[in-house]
């Protein structure tokens, strides 16, 4: 499935052949260990016996290396935790939420936590019960309502107590209007990102 060895993976390269291997996810090392052979069912078709002459033929000139693999995303970029969140994540003007999240001096575990909120994949009664893990969403505190992200934050009787005692009470049941809830007076609206994922 790589890209290593012709400009496209083999598995493009050579698609009948790769329809006849009984391991389609092999390592290259036990490719070239145990012969390509071995992972090939024992009668292929003639276009497959064609493409496995052309891919002895390139596998001829090939020397593995001792060194350490190299990885590159799409675009030609050197693999890195920040170049694969950038490439998968949404474009930053459809996605307004992301730069409040990310841009907060919270510490990573309240950003991480924060982006599953948001992005509705936290293991909430409701996400776990569509697995079919649990069988009933119900919220294990108040026992009236599913337990989805909404309820655990602002709808359960218990979030609406720690909402008060703080001070203020969000203005809809909509976690992306979090942002826009109005604030006490002493609280500077550049921290409020950084209380409200503290809060949350």
């Not at 390139?58 to 593995?64: A, G, H, K, S």
């Not at 996400?127 to 909404?150: F, G, M, V, W, Y």
């Not at 720690?162 to 007076?185: A, M």
Request: a neutral charge.
């Amino acid at each position: 499935m790589d890209t290593w060895l012709t400009p496209k993976p083999l598995a493009t390269t050579f698609p009948d052949l790769f329809s006849h291997s009984i391991l389609q996810l092999v390592k290259v090392a036990n490719i070239l260990r145990f012969g390509i052979e071995a992972n090939l069912r024992n009668r292929l078709s003639l276009t497959a016996e064609r493409e496995l002459a052309s891919l002895l033929a390139v596998l001829q000139d090939f020397t593995p290396s001792t060194e350490e693999d190299q990885r590159f995303l799409l675009q030609g970029h050197d693999f890195s935790t920040k170049q694969a969140y950038g490439t998968f994540m949404t474009k930053p003007d459809t996605d307004l939420i992301a730069p409040l999240i990310w841009g907060t001096k919270a510490p990573r575990k309240i950003k991480i936590f924060a982006w599953l909120l948001f992005k509705d994949r936290l293991n909430t009664g409701v996400n776990l019960a569509q697995k079919h893990i649990i069988s009933s969403n119900l919220c294990p505190r108040c026992a009236t309502s599913p337990e989805d992200s909404t309820h655990i934050f602002i709808t359960c009787p218990l979030a609406n107590r720690i909402w008060q005692r703080v001070g203020f009470l969000p203005s809809s049941d909509d976690l992306n209007e979090l942002w826009d809830t109005p604030l006490p007076q002493h609280l500077p609206k550049n921290a409020w990102s950084f209380v409200l994922l503290a809060l949350l």
